[in-house]
């Protein structure tokens, strides 16, 4: 299981630390960040995070059971007229806890934090093309796409095209009851 805890300035050299490349940082943080990342950019961000309405909510997420931080996920953007937020960030730290399922536990953390507490009605993220594990893992908790944008990046040669994908509290409502267990006509769940 995964717990969502707000990221604070002691975090930094952990996350600079799963930082390898300016590539790996184009692809994990966007323009906004210039390689290589140091801990001005994140506080930068960091104090976006502060005040009653705060306009960025920084996490890391731990391993319930272990205790250990293994990744670090935001929500941007956040437009409490409007109930929107941009989910963003999305990074498990080292790569051998990669492909366990923590990114998906993570997102889940991260969409109910966005929805149950702050009472958002949509959440928005762009993710690119040529990262389909993780496109997969936001199409099984409901984003579905609405938007491609060729050439929203370059990397030296390389042309980036950015998916746009989202996610409102119904459909998010829905997925989370359908995948429930159900009563069987006995009465028992079935597993």
Known sequence: MIELRAFEEADIPRL????????FLLQWAGPQYKFPLDAPQLLNTLAATEGERP???MFKALRKVEGDVVGHIELTKVNYDTGTARLGRVLIGRPEWRSRGLGREMVESALSYAF???GF?????????FNAQAIACYEALGF???ERRPN???FGKERWTLVMMELNRKVWAEKRAGEQPRASKAGKTNP
């Open 116 to 118: 149950n507490r702050l």
């Open 55 to 57: 306009s960025c909510f």
């Open 16 to 23: 600079l630390g799963w930082i390898p490349d300016a590539r």
């Open 121 to 129: 009605d949509m959440i928005t993220l762009g993710v690119f093309d």
């Open 152 to 154: 929203a990046r370059t």
């Open 144 to 146: 579905t796409e609405y």
